[in-house]
């Protein structure tokens, strides 16, 4: 059995006020560091055969209060970055849908400049082949919202578009597998 554990980043300003955040790094705030603090001792750095980080500091700074330090320390992966939203980059959704009303990154990508869809699940695709390639089991990712939920799609082998509908909060837990039965969500969305 593959398990491939997924860690979305503790709060920063802009997580919590619903910017769209990707190639801004953003520092996490208090309360996103006391999440973070708060995954430690509930994921046992040894325990993973591999640990990947996005290079964002909200990424890096997560695992690191985690616990992931050292030894431990994760790898940087720029495939884990969160979507790229372009001319969207700091705006919330509500902002962007003045000029697009329809306007959802799970059917129209990022914004003018940003990620399509495709570019985004040929990441992911990417990022598994060589996940599968290490042979180290369990594999951990810290990384983004948006990022995470379509890396999900992809481990599934599901639409992007699906990611619509799996909410995924601040410093959580997930966990796919890839087992007899195939892949599946073992859990989603779990807090420390």
Known sequence: MTS?????????EWSRSGQHTSYTDLPLTE???????DLL?????AAFGLVLSSPRQRARVTAELAGFTG????????????WNYGAYEGLTRAQIREQVP????WTHGGGPGGETI??????????IDRIESAGADP????????????????WLGLDIAV???FELDTATVSILIDDDAGRSIQRWNAPA
């Open 118 to 127: 495709e570019q985004v699940r040929i990441r992911f695709r990417r990022l």
């Open 163 to 165: 990611g619509a509908h």
């Open 71 to 82: 030894r431990y320390e994760p790898v940087l992966d720029e495939d884990l970055a969160e």
């Open 139 to 154: 594999v951990i990712c810290f990384a983004h919202g948006h990022a995470l939920r379509a890396l999900m799609t992809v």
């Open 4 to 12: 491939l554990y997924l860690v979305r980043h503790g709060e920063t």
């Open 31 to 37: 309360h996103g560091c006391e999440q973070a603090r």
């Open 41 to 45: 001792g509930r994921l046992d750095p």
């Open 102 to 105: 329809d306007w959802l990154i």
